[in-house]
């Protein structure tokens, strides 16, 4: 593995020219050309059979409902609303603000 003389950034491998490679850096874009030999730090060597993979899964616990409300309530949650309501511009009409 390559490091970025600049910043110390990971030197990456960006592209071909011939028979080298050129590295770029992660960080500041600088870029350097290697030989095609020293690129072996760069490959993979290989790769994790399907059976060892592990997937995991996460499941959401769902909301809890609230049960639904029936017409009576949501009659008597309006005139509680209505009350309140009228109270706060009769106050306001009277000037008596708390």
């Given at each position: 593995m390559k490091f970025c003389p600049?910043?110390?950034g990971l030197m990456i491998p960006a592209?071909?020219?011939g028979d080298?490679?050129?590295l770029r850096c992660t960080r500041c874009g600088y870029t350097e050309t290697i030989s095609a030999k020293q690129v072996t730090d760069y490959t993979i060597?290989?790769?994790t059979p399907k059976e060892e993979h592990t997937?995991?899964?996460l499941k959401v616990s769902e909301a809890k409902r609230r049960p639904a409300k029936t017409l009576?309530?949501?009659e008597q949650e309006r005139e509680e609303y209505r009350e309140v309501l009228q109270e706060l511009l009769q106050q306001e009409l009277e000037g008596t603000e708390e």
């Open positions: 600049r910043c110390g592209g071909r020219e080298n490679v050129i060597v290989g790769e997937i995991t899964t009576e309530e949501w």
